[in-house]
């Protein structure tokens, strides 16, 4: 019996083998891309034992403002601490409070300039 449609190449098989290998890859890459991101490198991430960083796209008010609430509830913290001791660890813990107090003043006064109200 005669065929009407001739045998393909064999070079076209192959040729479909890879065009789906790529295609694999391709996908397994762009799932990796969206399901397996690559953490960021940062100059603060190379710096052993640094635990703690600041966001670096904060704005300036952002940062004076938990600069300002960071300095009152050491305020706080310590005014406890001071007034259930008596002597001169009490005179201590009075000083201190009082650098935080100025401390305080100052990141409000920075940040008045910064936003007035």
Not at 28 to 44: A, F, G, I, N, Q
Not at 74 to 83: E, I, Q, R, T, W
Request: glycine residues 2%.
């Amino acid at each position: 019996m005669f065929k009407i449609t001739p045998n393909p190449p064999e070079t076209d098989n192959t040729s479909a083998q890879s065009q789906a290998k790529k295609h694999d890859e391709t996908t397994k890459r762009v799932l990796d891309h969206y399901l397996l991101p690559k953490p960021e490198k940062s100059e603060d991430a190379s710096q052993p034992g640094q635990l703690f960083t600041v966001a670096k796209n904060a704005d300036n008010e952002s940062l004076l403002a938990n600069l300002s609430e960071t300095l009152a509830a050491a305020d706080a913290m310590v005014s406890n601490l001071a007034f259930d001791l008596e002597g001169p660890r009490r005179h201590i813990l009075l000083g201190i409070q009082q650098l935080i107090e100025l401390s305080s003043l100052l990141a409000n006064r920075v940040l008045d300039n910064v936003d007035p109200r």
